[in-house]
Structures are given as structure tokens and as C-alpha cells.
């Protein structure tokens, strides 16, 4: 638990829940930042800043989708950022809690590398730009802050979606190659598995863009006027990602059935060439078995040129067919 209390023209950072107490209770705006759960900080939520404790609940579990709720004083937000995992397809989802006030923004999250973490080292390096903002005239100045922290959530969706381009252009080149032999199996899993990523993103993306969208209408007081274009610009952002997401899923689905169709094809070509053989043995099968049956009346029984004409017979018929299977171009 950490937070940056900006109090009488100071910035400082305290980890006491005292001092967080005092300085909220003097008038000053305050940014907490939360990982885990800790009795203190449900304390200082309940009692200090009078979040509801439904709103606590669900910032200390980890919820499905992302949601927004407009409480009395203040607005609580739930959106997911998104973590790439070492390959594309594993799409992880990280919960990002926000609870915005007049004077109070509570952030909380368990991934180190996340919007927050990012923010907030980049509020510790200059904190006059923290001072600045919430500094600023007019309604909820810390507000500046909470848009900064959404805003670079969704950028980090755009790298992450990229990534998705790139696989499918890899996998389209090798279908040709792979579908229908032994390394198509695995190729149809990294397909899968891409589909299945981008169906974990888009079922989340689907309701983190309304939230979005309703932050982008100014349809709560915690949001200031000045405030709203840099919203509409941040919904506009993820609106991309949505869109793209929902084109490469798209083209997965395309490239799934371009695989299946080339497997099917090399499947029918096997076939073919195997039917084409067998239709040349069949005749010579037939000659070999009636010089096989061995009856004392049959003339070319005793007739010393009777096996090569036998093998003269048989070659002379597979090359008649063979020339036949050519002539139709079948082969």
C-alpha cells in the first residue's frame, strides 16, 4: 500500500495508514495504490473514505468483465489490461480497479509492470507534474490522473494486437507447406490457440469499450468538462483495437478453413494416386492370376517364350493404361 498525497503546494509519498488518514481528512487529494489484501487498507476504504463495501469486495477479488458504477461521491471502474504471455495466443488479462473521488483515486493491481506502476514512477520522477494536475481549477483534477492510467492501459493493447498480424502471415505461408503432413496437426493448434486468445480479448474488449464510451459521454460528475475529449480520444483507441481484433478473428476463422481445405486437397491427391495405381495393377493382377492357374491344356504352359511374353504382356498393358491416364490428364 503506497500513495501519493499532494497537501499545502507539497507532493510526498506515504505508506502509513495514519498519515493517509490525516492528510485525506485536512483537504488533501490523495492517489492510493493497492496490490494486496491488507485489513489496514479495507480500514482506510470503509471508515476514512467511505467507499461502500460492495466496492471494496470487488476491488480485493478479481472480476470477469469490466464494469463501471456511479456511486454517491464517488465512480468505480473495472477494467483489464492485458498481459502477453511469452507466445501469441496466451492472452492473460489483468484486473485494474479504479475508484475515482473529488479528492480520491484508489488504483489496485498485482501486476508490476502494469498502467499504474508506469504512472505512477512516472508521478515519482517529476511530481510536479502530479501537483500540477490536481492542482489544476475547477472539478476533480485528479481525475487527469485516473484518464492517464486508462490511457495507457489501451495503448498497451496495440502492441499486444499487433503481434496477432504477424503470426497470421507467418501461419498463411505455412499452410501451403504443412497442411496435410505430419506438422499440420501442430499447426492447426497454434491456430487454435490464436482464436481462442482472441476470443478471450474480444469478450472482454466488448465490455471494457462501453466503459469506455460512457467515461467518453460525460455521463458522470466525477469527469470534468475539460476532461471528456481526452476520453473520447482514449474510447477511439480501444475502438481500433476492438475492430482489429475482431478483423483478425475473422481471418483466423478464413485461414482455419484454408487449412482444412488444403488438407482435404493433398487428402484427395493421395487418393487419387493411390486409385490410379491400383487401376494399373488390376489388369496386370488379372493376367498374372490367369498364367497362374496352371491347366495342362493351356498352350503357353510349355511354351518356352512364355514368361517374357507374360511380362511383355503386362508391361505393354500398364503402359497403354498409364499413356491412357496422361492422355486424359489425370497424371
Known amino acids: 500500500m503506497r500513495a501519493f498525497i499532494y497537501e499545502a503546494g507539497a507532493l510526498r509519498v506515504e505508506t502509513s495508514a495514519s ?14 495504490q493497492l496490490a494486496e489484501s491488507s485489513p489496514e487498507a479495507t480500514d482506510l476504504m470503509l471508515r476514512v473514505f467511505q467507499i461502500h463495501p460492495l466496492t471494496v469486495e470487488d476491488i480485493w477479488k478479481d472480476c470477469h468483465l469490466p464494469k463501471i458504477e456511479d456511486f454517491e461521491h464517488y465512480l468505480h471502474i473495472i477494467a483489464h489490461a492485458v498481459k502477453p504471455g511469452d507466445r501469441c495466443g496466451e492472452t492473460e488479462l489483468q484486473e485494474v480497479d479504479v475508484v475515482l473521488g473529488e479528492r480520491l483515486l484508489v488504483t489496485r493491481t498485482t501486476d508490476a509492470t502494469s498502467s499504474v ?10 511530481p510536479k507534474l502530479f501537483a500540477k494536475v490536481v492542482a489544476e481549477p475547477g472539478a476533480n ?26 503470426e497470421i502471415h507467418r501461419l498463411e505461408a505455412m499452410i501451403v507447406a504443412r497442411a496435410g503432413t505430419r506438422g499440420g496437426q501442430a499447426l492447426m493448434s497454434e491456430i487454435l490457440s490464436l482464436k481462442r486468445g482472441l476470443q478471450t480479448l474480444r469478450r472482454t474488449a466488448v465490455h471494457q469499450r462501453e466503459v469506455l464510451l460512457r467515461l467518453s459521454r460525460g455521463e458522470f460528475d466525477e469527469i470534468p468538462n475539460d476532461l471528456k475529449p481526452f476520453f473520447r480520444d482514449v474510447f477511439d483507441h480501444f475502438s481500433r483495437v476492438t475492430d482489429l481484433a475482431d478483423g483478425y478473428r475473422e481471418l483466423l476463422t478464413s485461414l482455419l478453413d484454408v487449412f482444412l481445405s488444403v488438407q482435404s486437397n493433398r487428402m ?12 494399373i495393377m488390376l489388369p496386370l493382377t488379372f ?21 517374357p511374353f507374360a511380362l511383355s504382356l503386362m508391361f505393354g498393358t500398364a503402359v ?12
Open 19 to 32: 498519515a493517509m488518514e490525516e492528510a485525506y481528512k485536512k483537504g488533501g487529494h490523495l492517489w492510493l
Open 117 to 126: 506502476h508506469v504512472v505512477a514512477e512516472e508521478l515519482r520522477r517529476n
Open 141 to 166: 483534477g485528479i481525475a487527469w490522473v485516473a484518464h492517464a492510467v486508462l490511457d495507457r492501459l489501451v495503448d498497451d493493447y496495440l502492441p499486444f494486437v499487433d503481434r496477432y498480424d504477424e
Open 268 to 279: 484427395n491427391e493421395v487418393m487419387k494416386t493411390l486409385t490410379l495405381i491400383s487401376t
Open 287 to 307: 493376367i498374372a492370376g490367369v498364367y497362374g492357374m496352371n491347366f495342362e491344356s493351356m498352350p503357353e504352359l510349355h511354351w518356352a517364350f512364355g514368361y
Open 320 to 331: 497403354v493404361i498409364f499413356g491412357w491416364f496422361r492422355h486424359k490428364k489425370w497424371v
